[in-house]
């Protein structure tokens, strides 16, 4: 099974919001990595099939996605961004809605709701109306509408905006239960959320795909180029605007911990620091600074 994004383009108008991007996507998790405006969610409206790109081709398995019309929507499960529910709907309604959608059998339906509703624990709210529910409750009822048909695809944008601790915990678990023998792609623009269930990732910058790998391939970039810094506060403040700065947290005993990059340690006593994908991140893009990407 592989989804195939050949030399894809889309303009709008004046903008180049995909700009020739070529990936393949096999089974597992990927994360599709890019800051706000890189062109994540158009690439992933063109293929989940709702918009067509002005250039290139989507392919399943060697076919154009579009020649396969309702073949595709059956293997496909999408969670937009923004995605209007209907609120008035109780949960319940609002599922068997989309099962019936779907082209999902009513036995089936009954089944499928029942155990995804038990999957992103929302079985008890079940009978409440959408529009009652906290924004993570929301989320995970998009979830869940986009696992109805067990897709052999799953797309979702920026699935965790919105999901406290807990619910990140058990969302990052199904996934990587699920993207055993799926393909699922999850855009975002904070890396640390992927960072624990992508095996592979894809990283977007104005419309371009600027790397693509697992993991553990992509951070050898920054191998050797991170380190840990204890400080006093004030000190480490100090640092900000020198060095490319991915974290710095405050340890229980008053110390600050300063975690950045640079080819060599720049400040006394650094101890190199394992790699990981926020680091390479802000490597490749440092005029995008942490705010973006954390
Ligand atoms: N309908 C449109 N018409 C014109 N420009 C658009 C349209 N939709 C998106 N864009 C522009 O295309 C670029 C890519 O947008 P897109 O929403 O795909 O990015 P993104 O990576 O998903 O960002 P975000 O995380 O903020 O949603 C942005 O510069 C955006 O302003």
Redesign the pocket.
Known sequence: MKLEICDVS?Q???????DHANLTLTPGVWGLL????????????MIAGIMKPTGGEIRYDGIEIDTLGEKYRDIFGYLP?EFGFYPGFSVQDYLEYMAALKGIGKKETKEKIQELLEIVSLTDVRKKKIVKLSGGMKRRVGIAQALLNDPKVLIL??PTSGLDPGERMRFRNLLSEFGRNRIVLI???IVSDVEYIATCNAI?KD?KIAAVGETEELVKEVEGKVWNAVLDMAEAMTYETKVPVVNIYNREDGKTVLRYLAERPVISGSEPADARMEDLYLWMFPEQGKEEVR
């Open positions: 889309k709008y108008k004046d903008k180049c919001a995909v890019g800051a706000n405006g890189a062109g994540k969610t158009t690439l992933m409206r961004q944008d920026e855009s975002t623009h977007m419309g």
